[in-house]
């Protein structure tokens, strides 16, 4: 789910960005330090919902606050510079709105499958990627190889294979060390 | 460069986004897509300025908006918030648009946790008026 917080961040510059465009200097610098970045990693786990048969969510294992940075959308204050002693760098405080992406455990969303293997599927749902694994899958879906690998209803009516779209319920979360990956 | 800390101004125990503003996907659409026009302006090759992770919101966010125009999106929230919903129930119920009260339900369960003044005529005239927005869009 997206969110709309305020942030706040200590932004270094050198000196030679001083002057005139010290503020715009200062701005595009966060833009590029902090735009698209993603803080603290998680994994989450996730069932197919609403559709079909229950499944009984697991335990939350840990729920650190872990959110990528989509865009920033506004600088509400810029402190006081503070000069760094031995460097001649200046700390600025500063406080920017942004809009950030973080998954929610029993958040139900949409999400665009991007590929299937007889493991399960990985999807995509904006910034995160998720992978559902073929425990959660509904039984009455079969993964059927071939060029174009799915998971099917004996009777052929629901399909999901790539760019599918899926409605997913997350029920777990768990950090990782490398990458953003749900499940 | 190191030593540049971020500190949430909000706890940091996740509880508090609970409370914070929720965004929908159609709301992030317009914000997203107003920036990108902006880049736009200021450079030939917006594409190569922006993050991938920007770039994969937008798509998302384009593909499942369930309202385009700006007046519908704005009557969306404004219509959801006068049933008294927590930021992050708007969102689910706007982001995903169910069309009976059973879906309501199960999509967002705690609209019917004791308490709360929800009955299912509510929910369903609630969804009704969302309905209503899309076919007039």
């Not at chain 1, 009516?157 to 790539?162: A, D, E, L, T, Y």
């Not at chain 2, 200021?42 to 922006?50: C, E, I």
Request: hydrophobic share 40%; glycine share 6%; net charge negative.
């Amino acid at each position: 789910m997206f969110f709309h917080i305020v942030l706040e961040r200590n932004m270094q510059l050198h000196p030679r960005y001083f002057g005139r465009n010290l503020r715009e200097n200062l701005v595009s610098k966060l833009m590029k330090d902090v735009e698209g970045t993603c803080r603290g990693l998680f994994v989450i786990q996730v069932s197919l919902c609403v559709l079909w048969a229950n499944i009984e969510p697991l335990l939350l294992l840990e729920n650190r606050s872990t959110w990528f940075v989509v865009a920033i959308t506004g600088i509400e204050n810029i402190g006081k510079g503070l000069i760094r002693d031995g460097t001649g760098f200046v700390t600025f405080p500063v406080k920017y709105q942004c809009v950030v992406f973080r998954p929610f455990k029993g958040e139900i969303l949409e999400a665009v499958v991007t590929m299937v293997n007889k493991m399960g599927f990985f999807a995509e749902a904006g910034p995160v990627q998720i992978f559902v694994s073929n425990h959660l899958i509904p039984d009455d879906m079969e993964f059927q190889s071939g060029d174009m690998p799915s998971y099917t209803t004996s009777d052929g009516s629901v399909k999901i294979q790539k760019d599918s779209e899926v409605r997913l319920k997350i029920i777990g979360t768990r950090v990782d060390a490398t990458e953003i990956v749900c499940a | 460069m190191s030593g540049e800390e971020e500190e949430m101004l909000l706890s940091s125990n996740g509880d508090e986004f609970l409370k914070a503003k929720c965004l929908m996907n159609c709301e992030v659409a317009l914000i997203l897509e107003h920036k990108y026009e902006q880049l736009q302006q200021m450079s030939d090759d917006p594409m190569n300025q922006v993050s991938q992770v920007f770039e994969k919101s937008l798509q998302y966010v384009k593909r499942f908006s369930r309202y385009k125009n700006p007046d519908a999106v704005r009557q969306v929230r404004e219509i959801l918030s006068r049933y008294q919903l927590a930021e992050f129930e708007l969102c689910v119920l706007g982001n995903l648009c169910p069309e009976t009260v059973e879906e309501a339900i199960a999509m967002v369960p705690s609209i019917k946790t004791k308490g709360r003044a929800h009955d299912d005529e509510a929910i369903e005239k609630m969804l009704n008026d969302l309905s209503l927005i899309k076919k007039f869009e």
